[in-house]
């Protein structure tokens, strides 16, 4: 069924059901789930159109009756919606699979969509996916959840020619001195294409000349994935893609500490389809007796589930810092996604959708990933007090943002250059401390700082 059709005949069954008595209006929406609503608006006169409310309240009664939300789950996932005393099914109906609550662990919501529906409506009108499951998908076999089909792991071929699809932004339209830095040692290992989601300064792209292959500045306010999305459809193009062994996906979210050399010799002897830098489950928070780690074997069996209830109960790899290789370039799903993306009402719907979302997918089609870290550490890594920690390790970034938004109250952050130092003595932090007070808002820099 179309989409056209399936709205058209939609609209004929709420007519039908806001007609009808209790009885007959429970009978019609249990022939829509036994027989399909194919079935059912065959019989049914044309409608004039329909309300949104009049729409949700028979999406309510509709999937009431199948039973498809569990109830008790759905609340003790969503805490705040449990604490106030909401209808489990009503939030979900109304608000809860807009913010990709997922309704049981039989159904994963961005995953229906974006495979069967359109990703880039967010619309008033947009269709409800588990509605859409129940009187229509399920009868044409299409699949509540991925599932998983098994892949050799893919091995490099000797060196691999890499491109990066580089994503930039700048609230003054600079390019500071630590991108060019960034950028400088990404181009000693790919092909490097810059995109910036803003407007620049006269003469500031030309900075990137002689390292990178293409440069654009183009306000599209998508953020990071709506660079990489615009420079693989369009700006780059697949085709020109298609020629690289991986293409690397990385951003100006963080400060350059050392080379790369490291990294990349260690991944390129890595058998795997896609990997980053380390994994995150925020949901992994270890008391102080138990162990801070975990292998990358165990995360890939337990913190990957197929369903969760929310995406953030289920670890992902950093998108700052990802590479993707043929298996994954290669797949028309993971394609049709990069190009669907569009620009989200929140920063949560995009990290849900395209941060989350490519991990879930990658993992939910059989792809197989490694990680520079071989273990997950609690939290994110990257934001908490473990980040100077890492850096002694050897990791060769560090995320700017974490000094701001400071988000697990990590104390003695005023004195971060001085950390940072000890673990890198050569750390450019005066290059650093120039970009972090040039683009930081003081108010709430200051707050972090004063955590002692």
Known sequence: ??????????????????????????ALLRRALDDGLHAVAAGL????????????????????????VDEAGY?????????????????????????????????????????YLDPADDSETAVNPLVHYLVDGRFRGLLPLPEPTARPRHALDGPPRRACLFAAYDPDGLVDDYVVDYVRELARFADVYVLADCEMQAGQLER?????????AR???????????????????????????????ANDSCWLLRPLDDVFA????????????????????????????????????????????RSRESAHLGSYFLALRRPVLDDPGFRRRLDAVVPQVDHDLLVQKYEYGTTRYLVGQGFDFSTWLPDLRPNHPLYGPGAFDLLAEG???????????????????ALWKERMLAAVPDAPVDVFERNLLRVADPEALARSFSIS
């Not at 990791?395 to 988000?407: I, M, T």
């Open 395 to 413: 990791f060769p970034l560090f995320k700017r943002r974490f000094l701001v938004a400071n988000p697990y109250v990590t104390p003695g952050l």
């Open 219 to 249: 306000r599209h306010g998508a953020h990071d994935f709506g660079s990489w999305s615009l420079l693989a459809r369009e700006l780059v193009g697949w085709q020109v893609l298609d020629e690289y062994d991986e293409v690397l996906l």
């Open 1 to 26: 069924m179309t989409d056209e059709r399936y709205r058209a005949a939609w609209a004929q069954l709420v007519t039908a059901w806001s007609a009808a008595d209790g009885a007959a209006a429970a």
């Open 266 to 309: 260690r991944m390129d002897g890595q058998a795997c389809d896609f990997w980053s830098l380390q994994v995150t489950a925020r949901l992994f928070e270890p008391e102080p007796g138990e162990p801070q780690s975990l292998p990358l074997a165990e995360v890939k069996r337990d913190w990957i589930p197929r369903a969760a209830f």
């Open 45 to 68: 006169p044309p409608s004039a159109g329909i309300g949104v409310g009049q729409g949700r309240r028979c999406e309510v009664a509709l999937v009431r009756l199948a039973g498809a």
């Open 75 to 115: 609340l003790e996932h969503n805490p705040p919606q449990a604490e106030r005393g909401a209808e489990p099914v009503d939030h979900f109906c109304r608000r809860g699979w807009r913010r990709l609550r997922n309704p049981s662990l039989d159904f994963d919501v961005w995953w229906y969509v974006a495979e």
């Open 208 to 216: 990137l000349d002689g390292l990178v292959r293409g440069s654009w």
